[in-house]
């Protein structure tokens, strides 16, 4: 949230930023008592939550989209690509229309940013590089070793 979104909303007026609670983009929800966050449902413009039909087809469009997004990402896990980055585009095109989906990603979102406040921490920034470090020094005594028994010779024969 910014000034200037705050700005537009309460210039908009309370019938125009969605008080009704129905799920509309002005709908606000205060989590951990902290910060807010969009209220959850459909956000699809109000002329299409008018009609149930019209709806439900914004609903399996959007879910066909999402899904073609996310199945690209599955497929890019094994194969070169942002795999995991094209699946949570993918959760974030289902979250514009489903609850559920935007359950998933606030979840997710909150769990990153837990990992990324452990990472930052003094203390576990510490015990990585003596991990790493330790990990380091086992690597190259192991690379002292194979040297020292077998030369710079390459386990395989490419010359041959």
């Known amino acids: ?6 700005e537009r ?7 125009d930023a969605g008080a009704a609670g129905d799920g509309t983009q002005g709908d606000v929800e205060k989590v951990d008592g902290a910060h ?17 039909p019209l709806h439900l087809s914004w609903q399996v469009g959007v879910f066909l989209v999402g899904l073609a997004v996310v199945v690209g990402g599955v497929i890019m896990l094994p194969l070169p690509g942002p795999g995991w980055l094209v699946i ?10 489903f609850v559920w989906a935007q359950l998933v990603l606030r979840w997710t979102k909150r769990k990153v940013t837990e990992a990324a406040h452990k990472a930052l921490d003094p203390r576990v920034r510490r015990r990585n590089m003596a991990l790493t470090a330790i990990g380091l020094a086992i690597i190259a005594v192991g690379v002292a070793i194979y040297v ?12 041959q």
């Open 1 to 6: 949230m910014n000034a200037e979104s705050d």
């Open 9 to 15: 909303r309460k210039a908009a007026g309370p019938a």
């Open 36 to 52: 807010e966050e969009p209220a959850l449902g459909s956000r699809a413009p109000r002329f299409i939550k008018a009609s149930k």
């Open 88 to 97: 949570f585009g993918g959760m974030a095109i289902w979250a514009t229309e």
């Open 148 to 159: 020292s028994k077998f030369g710079f010779e390459m386990p395989w024969k490419v010359g």
